[in-house]
């Protein structure tokens, strides 16, 4: 057996014995934290994937998961898909995420969240954390306890309160910019548009098309939630289940993950998908490869519903909602970068999104080498050099 075979052999061997680091490894995550108190009860995991271009933000879950291996797994993707979210936002931050493994119905208590804070905060800003699915502001209040590194809370608080309304506005924007691929114009005016779910994004969204002069159908599994956001929009309520295969211009999934799937993608009869909801494709390369060879433009979800995360990070540098509101009206110009990347490249939407914020981070990451003692975002090798000097 040659050196080389031997060295790759016991490589492989290694990489057997650890699993965790492969899975770190596989999609180049920098570091995982596990927290945990017994006293209170938390079992916590923040995952932090790539701090190139800033300090990693993302939500904090709470979910019953069923095993360790399970919320690895879970929050790996999730922080993951922060840093594209991130890199294609414009804005200067890394991507991360954490979950607390328990049930969110029984398992929160004061204790908890504040020894969760505490975990945050002695990653001194490294991770910066948001309200994810089972968080509410209370929750919040409690982790700020503890450390400055939350966003999300309270404006009371100094916070930025609900995300929503930015990121029904940014839905709006990034619709408009398929749109104008589409008809040649991104006024809405008389489009036919399907909405499901009439939740706080869609409630936002449906606002800003009616203004507009859309034709609007909604549909929710609470019948009264749909007719609340018909009454001022003249939407028309519609079964949850026809939603799909309505004769519309758009559909805009604004309730749950996974609504494009073998099931449903050959009931549209649509020109565009673009919603608010997270994780809509069910597979993302089958999915997206389908709606691509139908013909069918699809909004990649974690562009289009970024405003949720632009807001918060507004409060890095002092909340303002119009700023926010700016800044979410970008994601029209990013939206429609990507989909004239896909239609040179012929690849589906989601595959030319992830490719640009690559780029970008590959962009940003290039320009800390050049030296600067003063610039905020690439003044890494400035502090080393005073830090020696002091
Ligand atoms: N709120 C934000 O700022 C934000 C930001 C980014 C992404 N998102 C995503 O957008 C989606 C909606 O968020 P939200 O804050 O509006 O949540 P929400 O809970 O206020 O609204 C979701 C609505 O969907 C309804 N619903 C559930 N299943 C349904 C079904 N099968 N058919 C029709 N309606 C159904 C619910 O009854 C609810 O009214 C979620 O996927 C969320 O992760 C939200």
Known sequence: MSDTTALLKKKRTM???????????????????????????????????????????????????????????????????????????????????????????????????????????GLGGRYITAKDVGINVQDMEWVHAETKYVTGIPKILGGSGDPSPVTGYGVFMGMKACARKVYGSDSLEGKRVAIQGAGQVASFLADYLSQEGAKL??????????????????????????????????????????????????????????GGANNVLDDEEKH??????????????YVINAGGLINVAGELEGYDSERAHNKASKIYDTILDILNYSEENQTPTFTSSNILAEERIKQIGRIDSIYSSSSRFSKRKGEVFLRNRG
């Open 15 to 121: 990489d057997k014995n650890f699993p965790v680091f492969n899975q770190l490894e596989s999609k180049e995550h920098e570091q995982v934290v596990l927290c945990s108190d017994p006293g209170s009860g938390l079992r916590a995991i923040i995952a932090i994937h790539d701090t190139t271009i800033g300090p990693a933000l993302g939500g904090l879950r709470m979910w019953p998961y069923q095993n360790e291996s399970e919320a690895l797994t879970d929050v790996l993707r999730l922080s993951r898909g922060m840093t594209y979210k991130a890199a294609l936002s414009g804005l200067n931050l890394g991507g991360g995420k954490a979950v607390i493994i328990g049930d969110p119905h029984k398992d929160k208590s004061e204790a908890l969240f504040r020894a969760f804070g505490r975990y945050i905060d």
């Open 217 to 274: 159908f909604i549909s929710d599994i609470y019948e009264e939630k749909a007719k609340k956001v018909a009454g001022r929009t003249k939407a028309e309520v519609v079964d949850p289940d026809e939603i799909y295969s309505l004769d519309a211009d758009i559909f805009s999934p604004c309730a749950l993950g996974g609504v494009i799937n073998d099931e449903t993608i050959d009931q549209f009869r649509v020109d565009i998908i673009a």
């Open 288 to 301: 997206g490869q389908m709606l691509l060879d139908r013909g069918i433009i699809y909004a990649p979800d």
